[in-house]
């Protein structure tokens, strides 16, 4: 009989959560042949989710839960699930119930029986959420498409259910900046698609707001191209070449603007600043890297996990 591991990082979901344990057991329980974990994993959370976590798993043998010592991202909490996830299928899915739980069952048949390593949900839309949002993730996914050369378009986020031996490549990168679209994509292995229409989260918030989206796109883009590098001799090199042939224009002509070269002087400081903020993200990285700190650090597990 096959076992599915769901893995749900929780940060702050105190108001989802039996409802996505009530939706969720529902659907697991009406696939044929399988048994099946809900693997919680507590962000550092600061209301009563690990409360409820803790009830959820003395109640029923089929609720596990890690729990970290403070918020170490939703990165972290995915990493941590796969770690201590034990089933033959793995699927990673959010609290708020916009991963629909009824996929389930199309993504159990793809990997099962029709040849898959993983069957991953892709959103059509982005119906609910804010303009700009909308408009910045976008054009994000689409520069990532050309900088990265990997399949990273919009709409493919982390539900997906894969084969053991997906998710045991995938814990193979130990790297510390985790970039999970990023590895997903690295490891390769044949995904299914299944298109679904984007759900408003049930109650609760959103964790992201506009400063961690941004962080997260740059982890995103210096965790998985060195193209910004390229891009940096680039311009470097145009620069050095309009100014040799400005400098000899100017030496035939004799032109002087004080006002001009103060402009010119500001633009290619900031510039070299900008450069040099770009290269110190590739030494960040490799800084953060070198250190080889934990992922996470877990302060509570339930009982069959320790
Ligand atoms: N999450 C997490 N750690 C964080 C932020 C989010 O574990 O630091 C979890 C969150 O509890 C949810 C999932 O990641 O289960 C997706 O988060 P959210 O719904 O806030 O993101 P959105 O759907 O708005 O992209
Ligand atoms: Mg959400």
Same mark, same amino acid.
């Given at each position: 009989?096959?076992? &599915?591991?769901?893995?749900?990082?929780?940060?702050?979901?105190?108001?989802?959560? #039996?409802?996505?344990?009530?939706?969720?057991?529902?659907?697991?329980?009406?696939?044929?042949?399988?048994?099946?974990? /809900?693997?919680?994993?507590?962000?550092?959370?600061?209301?009563?989710?690990?409360?409820? /976590?803790?009830?959820?798993?003395?109640?029923?043998?089929?609720?596990?839960?890690?729990?970290?010592?403070?918020?170490?991202?939703? *990165?972290?909490?995915?990493?941590?699930?796969?770690?201590? #996830?034990? =089933?033959?299928?793995?699927?990673?899915?959010?609290?708020?119930?916009?991963?629909?739980?009824?996929?389930?069952?199309?993504?159990?048949?793809?990997?099962?029986?029709? =040849?898959?390593?993983?069957?991953?949900?892709?959103?059509?839309?982005?119906?609910?959420?804010?303009?700009?949002?909308?408009?910045?993730?976008?054009?994000?996914?689409?520069?990532?498409?050309?900088?990265?050369?990997?399949?990273?378009?919009?709409?493919?986020?982390?539900?997906?259910?894969?084969?053991?031996?997906?998710?045991?490549?995938?814990? *193979?990168?130990?790297?510390?900046?985790?970039?999970?679209?990023?590895?997903? +994509?690295?490891?390769?292995?044949?995904?299914?698609?299944?298109?679904?229409?984007?759900?408003?989260?049930?109650?609760? *918030?959103?964790?992201?707001?506009? +400063?961690?989206?941004?962080?997260?796109?740059?982890?995103?883009?210096?965790?998985?191209?060195?193209?910004?590098?390229?891009?940096?001799?680039?311009?470097?090199?145009?620069?050095? &070449?309009?100014?040799?042939?400005?400098?000899?224009?100017?030496?035939?002509?004799?032109?002087?603007?004080?006002?001009?070269?103060?402009?010119?002087?500001?633009?290619?400081?900031?510039?070299?600043?900008?450069?040099?903020?770009?290269?110190?993200?590739?030494?960040?990285?490799?800084?953060?890297?070198?250190?080889?700190?934990?992922?996470?650090?877990?302060?509570?597990?339930?009982?069959?996990? +320790?």
């Amino acid at each position: 009989m096959n076992k &599915i591991s769901v893995v749900v990082p929780c940060f702050n979901e105190e108001e989802v959560l #039996s409802m996505f344990y009530k939706k969720t057991s529902e659907v697991l329980n009406e696939i044929e042949d399988i048994t099946y974990e /809900l693997l919680f994993v507590d962000d550092g959370s600061k209301d009563h989710t690990k409360d409820i /976590l803790r009830a959820l798993s003395l109640k029923d043998d089929h609720c596990e839960f890690i729990s970290f010592s403070r918020n170490f991202g939703k *990165e972290a909490a995915m990493f941590a699930g796969l770690k201590k #996830s034990s =089933g033959d299928y793995v699927v990673i899915m959010d609290a708020d119930l916009q991963h629909p739980p009824i996929l389930l069952k199309e993504m159990y048949k793809a990997v099962s029986q029709e =040849g898959y390593d993983c069957c991953a949900g892709k959103r059509v839309d982005r119906t609910g959420e804010g303009k700009m949002r909308n408009f910045l993730s976008h054009t994000f996914y689409k520069v990532m498409q050309k900088m990265c050369k990997m399949d990273m378009s919009d709409g493919c986020g982390d539900f997906r259910m894969m084969s053991r031996q997906m998710v045991d490549a995938i814990l *193979e990168l130990k790297e510390y900046n985790r970039y999970m679209k990023g590895l997903f +994509s690295f490891v390769g292995f044949d995904t299914k698609w299944i298109e679904f229409h984007n759900v408003q989260r049930v109650a609760g *918030e959103s964790k992201w707001n506009f +400063s961690k989206l941004f962080a997260y796109a740059l982890e995103g883009m210096f965790s998985f191209s060195t193209a910004p590098i390229v891009w940096i001799g680039n311009i470097g090199t145009a620069i050095m &070449i309009s100014s040799i042939i400005m400098a000899i224009f100017g030496l035939l002509v004799h032109v002087t603007s004080m006002f001009h070269l103060v402009c010119l002087i500001l633009f290619l400081s900031g510039l070299q600043m900008l450069f040099v903020a770009i290269l110190g993200q590739y030494t960040t990285k490799d800084y953060m890297e070198s250190k080889q700190r934990p992922i996470y650090i877990v302060k509570e597990t339930s009982r069959n996990l +320790s």
